[in-house]
């Protein structure tokens, strides 16, 4: 009885020198990484989600906010509760001088008077040939310009 016991216990130490609690180990610590690097990339992706707000909101031209993220390093903005950039104000004066060459300046500006619209005041519609003739008729006649009222 004694031998089987002994014998029971060899195997059982085999077992474990075969290096199954080792190879769990590492299975455990390389998903364990993975899950991290998981968290990290969707993390990333909320705080880059949140600076491209913050360029927007800053009217950084859109050609360049892509770019302008992908030089961002990351790790340096927090966020809060909600989402969005918790010193937001800082980023933003600090945005607005670093990028200002690339902020889009909107001005609002009337028609050029250089070169009026053309046409007689008809908002550019052409006389049918009909009315011109008429029109025509009307100058010789008694002198005075057709207008189509």
Same mark, same amino acid.
Request: no cysteine.
């Given at each position: ?12 130490? %085999?077992? %474990?020198? %075969? ?12 998903? #364990? ?47 809060? %509760? ?25 001005? #609002? ?41």
């Amino acid at each position: 009885m004694q031998s089987k016991l002994d014998e029971a216990e060899k195997k059982l130490k %085999d077992a %474990d020198s %075969d290096g199954y609690k080792e190879k769990y180990e590492k299975e455990h610590k390389a998903f #364990e990484a993975y899950k991290k690097d998981i968290d990290a990339e969707k993390t990333n992706e909320k705080k880059s989600a949140a600076y491209k707000a913050l360029l927007k909101e800053a009217k950084v031209s859109k050609d360049w906010i892509d770019d302008i993220v992908k030089f961002t390093k990351l790790d340096d903005i927090a966020l809060d %509760d909600e989402g969005k950039i918790k010193d937001a104000d800082e980023r933003m004066k600090g945005i607005k001088e670093k990028y200002a060459k690339y902020i889009v300046k909107e001005e #609002e500006q009337g028609a050029g008077t250089e070169t009026p619209p053309s046409g007689n005041g008809n908002s550019g519609k052409t006389l049918s040939r009909a009315a011109q003739v008429i029109a025509k008729q009307n100058e010789m006649l008694y002198g005075v310009k057709g207008e189509n009222k």
